[in-house]
């Protein structure tokens, strides 16, 4: 039966998916961006620390994760209206392997050549492979089975496989990120993998160029210039124009080098966004001012975008998976934080708001515009025809607040 | 005897948590005779076979936050998989009182 925990999302509409530490909420605006509603949570109670829209299909991917029963992978037809059968995918290891599944960190849903398949990252780190749209999923043994698995060492977060870029170019060549192994690529279709770490420091090691070890935390490419790929890491920028081969440093002018977050422009492979972070052990906005980091020229310089962003007492987190974009333009860019924030922004970075405050810590997002791109009402005239912007809440939505006012929304 | 119902009919009661996991159901239950824990839950899986990836990781270990009792005794402190449970007897499985 269709819940009303969320907003109906339908055509002409853009859909904000977050996954938090207690469940799975729903934010719906118009292509204007200029007022939210906001639903849920969905699957209460339960961490959501991956989830995918599938643009091939529209079909609504979510890892949820329960304290008690483990993990489940959910999956919707009608963008979160109904969900199925939670027992009708498994995805766990097989039992030659003697691992058991900790968590999901990714998924990703597979090239357009390849209808029907969807990848997803784990702890302990693992590549998984779905043919038939996430029923059923299959260990990815060349990577599995790597000669380095074993000298693998966790991050803070576990031993996890957390970032998957399928090159839209080569159907046999992934890239893959794993904390603290690594960059890894596969040019044969995942059967074998290398180590693609060269020129990114490990500063935590004795041998600060190792072969593999470092802490790489998320990696960006733009569909239209594949061979570009920047990197987040745990004490660096970097940017690669070999696929990864070799990296550059492309950390100058930011505050901190240390951050988890990335995200690309959807239309200009040159803009990248990051929040850098106070390292190492604090792992919060330095100065206590939140400042997304925009490049426009590929990394050669970067710019603080604060306009929006509280800029005092503002010791905020942005996690790997929190940050995302729409595919509008001007494109929309968001981020959730782990004090429960989302903030929005529908310039492509220059002004920013926050569209709800007080939900459970952010772990990912993402956005969609539901239609046409091209055609969508998204200028400063659709947006002054509106009434005045707020932050609207489905009915449960709103009998939980009344009940509990935690939540405020705000608008810069 | 606490816990042991006059039927044959094993009884296991399932938390909110499990029951999507199981049809919706909130009780399964069947005719069965004396047997070790391991054996029911066998019978349990080939009526539910979802149930067992929620109790059990794919290492063959429980689940961390899960505690079984057969009757009112906590299976950890009565042998494990070996706890005998009896005909008729009634079997909780509930979430450990855990998590942040």
Redesign the interface.
């Known amino acids: 039966m269709p819940n009303d925990r969320i907003p109906k999302l339908g055509r002409g509409q853009v859909a904000l998916f977050v996954g938090t530490a207690k469940g799975l909420f729903v934010l719906r605006a118009r292509a204007d961006r200029a007022s939210w509603d906001v639903g849920g949570p969905l699957f209460a ?1 339960e961490q959501v620390p991956a989830l995918a829209l599938d643009p091939r299909d529209r079909r609504l991917y979510v890892a949820s994760q ?5 993990t489940t992978i959910r999956t919707s037809d009608d963008l979160g209206a109904t969900w199925s ?3 009708s995918s ?1 995805l ?4 030659d392997t ?4 900790q968590q999901v960190w990714q998924i990703q849903p597979g090239r357009p050549s390849e209808p029907g398949v969807v990848y997803a990252g784990v702890a302990p780190a693992a590549l998984f492979r779905s043919a038939d749209r996430g029923v059923s999923w299959e260990l990815v043994r060349g990577l599995h089975d790597h000669p380095h698995r074993e000298r693998w060492m966790p991050g803070f977060g576990g031993l996890c496989l957390h970032t998957i870029v399928p090159d839209p170019v080569r159907p046999e060549r992934m890239t893959v990120a794993i904390s603290a192994a690594g960059v890894y690529r596969t040019d044969d279709g995942g059967a074998t993998w290398h180590a693609r770490n060269r020129g990114v420091r490990a500063e935590f090691l004795p041998d600060k160029h190792p072969e593999f070890g470092q802490c790489v935390h998320k990696i960006v490419q733009h569909p239209r210039r594949p061979d570009t790929l920047f990197l987040q890491t745990h004490w660096g920028l970097y940017r690669s124009d070999d696929g990864g081969d070799t990296w550059r440093d492309i950390a100058r002018g930011v505050p901190s080098d240390f951050g988890f977050c990335m995200a690309i422009h959807p239309h200009d492979p040159d803009v990248v966004y990051i929040v850098p972070l106070e390292s190492d052990g604090y792992r919060c906005t330095p100065e206590g001012r939140l400042r997304v980091y925009r490049t426009r020229d590929g990394g050669g310089k970067w710019e603080a975008l604060r306009e929006g962003l509280p800029q005092e007492n503002a010791h905020e987190t942005v996690l790997r998976d929190a940050m995302c974009t729409d595919a509008l333009n001007p494109a929309g860019v968001y981020f959730g934080t782990r004090s429960g924030k989302v903030f929005a922004s529908a310039d492509g970075g220059a002004g920013w708001t926050c569209i709800v405050d007080g939900l459970p810590q952010v772990l990912c997002m993402r956005a969609a515009y539901l239609g046409d791109p091209s055609r969508a009402a998204v200028g400063p005239a659709a947006r002054a025809a509106r009434p005045a912007s707020r932050t609207r809440r489905t009915p449960v939505a709103r009998k939980r607040a009344a009940a509990a006012p935690r939540r405020k929304a705000s608008r810069a | 005897m606490s816990g042991v119902a006059r039927s044959g009919r094993v009884r296991v009661f399932l938390p909110q948590g499990l029951r999507p996991f199981a049809g919706g159901a909130a009780t399964v239950e069947w005719e069965q005779g004396e047997a070790p824990l391991a054996d029911v839950l066998a019978a349990l899986w080939e009526r539910h076979p979802a149930l067992r990836d929620r109790l059990f990781s794919e290492d063959g270990r429980w689940r961390p936050h899960v505690r079984v009792f057969v009757g009112t005794e906590d299976v950890r402190w009565s042998g494990d998989l070996a706890t005998r449970v009896p005909a008729g007897a009634e079997i909780t499985i509930v979430p450990a009182v855990s998590g942040g």
Do not use: I, R, T
């Open positions: 109670g329960s304290w008690h029963w483990g059968d939670p027992a498994v766990k290891f097989p039992e003697a691992l058991a599944m």
